[in-house]
């Protein structure tokens, strides 16, 4: 049963499903089977770009088939991208006699949308987690499907609810710590956020306008199921799980989010586990997704996942087996850059020859419809993918960038603070402050990969300037305001030294009574710049290494270290030559901002470790429940002095289970 309240003579609000509004069943009885074939599959916008990059011109295959989805990592403007969705809507959406079926249009939301310019952007989910506050990531995931849907997508790549076990990992700063109650807490806020409904004017079959309570994005929990523990720290590397380590730690923390917040699509684990590719493990899928937790959303590949079954793992002796697999494993959607044809005509040939059937095919384009009626794609109103009109302000406001501003604040995470040398004391009288390090004065490294492209680039010339602080223009403002000096020596590259920069850095020491070192790493994605082992770079030793040697035990001076950084990074041989860590992790344009008020005070650090933080090389995996050498999860020092006496527990005795 609907509910419905009439607000005006021709305008209903529903909460859907109207039963005015387009049925999936009778549109899947009226497509034919090249029809349903191009709804599996998800190619790239850049395939079918027409000249200006923000208009689309179909291929050939295209109009023989369809095309269910596209997703886009070209970056560009929200106007532009708004462009670019109505050419997709008046040039490729399939029309099923009286019904339209438009594409649903995807991008990669790792930290808000990754690909557009001016959108915001958000810390990494790493440090998302170290607020330990599920209302700021519900904020996050909010602006992010409201600024998704504005600019005319319609599906978002992310959360990433991967186990952050294997800090050698190239994602694991997009996943949100070692422990399932985090990844599958925080990933459930952000879908919920992502899925909020809002109100969407739809025009059923040209009938009165009928309003809708509407998801405003579809969210994708990624990846089911083991994807984050690569047995080498390697990109898509096997992982091996035992039964009981699979059962405690690695399910929760995508079976709770899957089931608290009811993503409408899931993507699979792009690697192997215990050897089998995860796009042809019905156990997974079938048997654990569908069948156990009665999972009926749309089930989304990673990159080309279908077809390196057999090209990559070997797992299947041809391309029609690896296809074959994916389908029989339980898989609906191949998102694919190149391939989207020859996906198609795959899927064409293997049920011509019987070795899929129609019904089956049915079965995922089902899902599919189902998932754009969901968001109103079915019956839009505006002939433009469901973009809503808003003002381009809304989309990059304030009040947007201050939550992320606040969670970067939040994430800071206080490691050390030997002599209580933090807060900075305001005394009477000037003093000198020394800012050095790679990270101090870099939007590329604070804000690490995924910055509007999917490579390990600097996309900072992208971002307007007075909405950027570093390090060192977030401890300017502070020295402005009480008159202190600053200088600032880069010291050194992130890893390799220049002799005379280094001798800078070591001479400006001389004289400075707070000195503080930026460290950390560059940008990087997914299996890009892989490290062998969690040491710092020896060019950022160096630098550490030489100011405390040149200033000595001079108690007047403090040596303060800033870490941005995706990962745990060694600090065994260095945490004796500093006398505070702070780890700000990659909170992005308002990383300086933010770690400044907790150096001066005005934030008391309440960030807390989303993972155990490792003293040796040597673990390679986080174990989840094996207590770390130096810090533990939850590990985080505050401004506070805190004691505990007499302390009580009633009753004395509990029952087990209780």
């Not at 309240?5 to 499903?17: G, N, R």
């Not at 076990?165 to 694991?172: A, E, I, K, M, S």
């Not at 937790?293 to 391309?319: C, E, K, P, Q």
Request: net charge neutral.
């Amino acid at each position: 049963m609907r509910l419905a309240l009439v607000v005006a003579m021709f305008f209903t609000i529903t909460v859907c499903c109207d039963s005015k509004l387009s049925n999936v069943d009778e549109i899947l009885k009226s497509m034919n089977l090249k029809q349903k074939i191009g709804q599996m599959v998800m190619g790239d916008v850049s395939e079918f770009s027409a000249g200006d990059m923000n208009s689309v011109q179909p291929k050939p295959y295209v109009r023989e088939f369809s095309m269910g989805f596209l997703f886009d990592t070209s970056g560009r403007l929200c106007q532009d991208s708004i462009r670019m969705s109505k050419s997709i809507w008046n040039n490729m959406a399939l029309s099923v006699g009286e019904n339209k079926v438009p594409v649903a249009i995807a991008m990669d939301a790792v930290r808000g949308p990754a690909f557009l310019f001016d959108p915001t952007l958000f810390p990494h989910n790493i440090g998302l987690a170290a607020t330990w506050n599920l209302t700021l990531a519900e904020a996050q995931g909010e602006i992010t499907g409201r600024d998704l849907r504005t600019c005319g997508w319609h599906v978002a790549m992310a959360p990433a609810s991967d186990n952050g076990n294997t800090p050698l990992w190239g994602r694991f700063y997009e996943t949100f710590g070692s422990q399932p109650i985090t990844g599958s807490a925080f990933a459930s806020a952000l879908i919920r956020g992502m899925q909020k409904p809002s109100t969407r004017t739809l025009r059923p079959r040209g009938e009165d306008p009928v309003e809708v309570l509407q998801p405003m994005v579809a969210a994708t929990l990624k990846h089911w199921v083991g994807y984050g523990l690569p047995d080498s720290g390697k990109d898509r590397d096997d992982a091996t799980v035992s039964d009981a380590l699979f059962e405690r730690a690695v399910l929760p923390t995508v079976r709770d989010a899957l089931i608290d917040s009811e993503p409408l699509l899931v993507m699979i684990n792009s690697g192997t586990m215990n050897k089998i590719p995860g796009h042809a493990d019905a156990g997974i899928i079938k048997n654990l997704l569908q069948a156990r937790f009665n999972y009926t959303g749309v089930i989304l590949s990673d990159f080309d996942d279908w077809f390196r079954i057999a090209t990559r793992y070997n797992y299947a002796r041809s391309i029609d087996d690896a296809v074959t697999m994916a389908i029989n494993a339980g898989m609906d959607v191949h998102l694919t850059e190149s391939l989207s044809e020859s996906t198609m005509r795959t899927l064409h040939r293997l049920v011509a020859s019987g070795r899929i059937s129609e019904a089956r095919i049915d079965e995922s384009v089902r899902r599919i419809l189902t998932m754009k009626q969901k968001l109103g794609l079915l019956d839009d109103a505006t002939d433009g993918a469901g973009v809503t009109e808003r003002v381009e302000s809304e989309v990059w406001s304030a009040k947007n960038r201050a939550v992320s501003a606040e969670i970067a604040k939040q994430s800071v995470t206080l490691l050390q603070n030997e002599r209580s040398v933090l807060p900075i004391k305001i005394t009477l009288g000037k003093k000198r402050i020394l800012v050095t390090g790679p990270t101090a004065d870099s939007v590329a490294n604070m804000c690490g990969g995924w910055l509007f492209s999917w490579g390990a680039t600097d996309g900072s010339r992208n971002v307007p300037k007075q909405i950027v602080s570093t390090l060192v223009d977030g401890v300017r403002k502070y020295a402005s305001k009480l008159g202190w000096d600053l200088e600032y020596e880069r010291g050194c590259d992130l890893k390799f030294c220049d002799g005379a920069a280094i001798a800078r850095a070591v001479a400006a020491a001389h004289s400075a009574d707070i000195i503080i070192i930026g460290v950390g790493e560059g940008p990087y994605v997914e299996f890009q710049d892989p490290i062998q082992n969690l040491i710092f770079p020896e060019a950022q030793i160096q630098l550490v290494q030489q100011i405390r040697g040149a200033i000595g035990n001079n108690q007047q001076k403090s040596v303060i270290a800033v870490q941005y950084s995706g990962r745990p990074r060694l600090w065994t041989q260095l945490k004796t030559q500093v006398d505070a860590i702070l780890l700000a992790y990659l909170p992005c344009f308002s990383g300086g901002d933010a770690v400044a008020s907790v150096l001066f005070g005005d934030h008391n650090p309440s960030g807390r470790l989303p993972f155990p933080y490792p003293s040796t090389g040597e673990q390679q995996r986080l174990e989840i429940q094996q207590k770390p050498e130096w810090l533990p999860f939850g590990f985080g020092l505050s401004y506070t002095d805190f004691k505990v006496e007499n302390a009580t527990i009633t009753p004395d005795t509990f029952a087990f289970g209780a």
